[in-house]
């Protein structure tokens, strides 16, 4: 089942190309949430398939060619944790903008019903209960 974890979450990242989101994937419980580390410019959870399609809306209005390179997918059994860079431009300064992060899916019935994101990759393999 872990295996097909993965691979859900390779397909969402798949569908999250510029002026897109995974939201529009099939793939994400219409209850999601998505959780912003607590020194996020705006910390917590939201929640909802809308709020989740929110947030992507808001990276590519402020974010052009907004793109996620993944560098790994790790199975945690019914979570998935992932180190990525996050690549585009500022539209307002066009500065270019490049960020590596890591972050955790969380899994149940074919489907992704959390997301949470950490500013530092170690950060998502401990939350993941993944050595470093």
């Given amino acids: 089942m872990s295996q097909e974890n993965v691979e859900i979450v390779r397909r969402i990242y798949a569908s999250w190309a510029p002026g897109s989101s995974p939201s529009e994937s099939n793939l994400l419980d219409p209850n999601i949430e998505w959780v912003n580390p607590s020194d996020a410019l705006e910390p917590g959870t939201r929640k909802g398939i809308e709020a989740f399609a929110s947030i992507t809306g808001e990276l590519?209005?402020?974010?052009?060619d907004f793109r996620m390179e993944v560098e790994r997918f790790i199975d945690a059994g019914?979570?998935?944790?992932?180190?990525?860079?996050?690549?585009g431009h500022g539209i307002a300064s066009g500065v270019a903008i490049k960020r590596r992060h890591?972050?955790?899916?969380?899994?149940?019935?074919?489907?992704?019903?959390r997301f949470q994101w950490f500013h530092d990759p170690d950060e998502a393999l401990e939350a993941a209960g993944l050595p470093e």
């Fill in 60 to 64: 590519d209005d402020t974010v052009r």
């Fill in 78 to 87: 019914d979570r998935v944790a992932v180190i990525a860079t996050m690549r």
């Fill in 102 to 113: 890591g972050s955790v899916w969380t899994i149940r019935d074919g489907k992704a019903v």
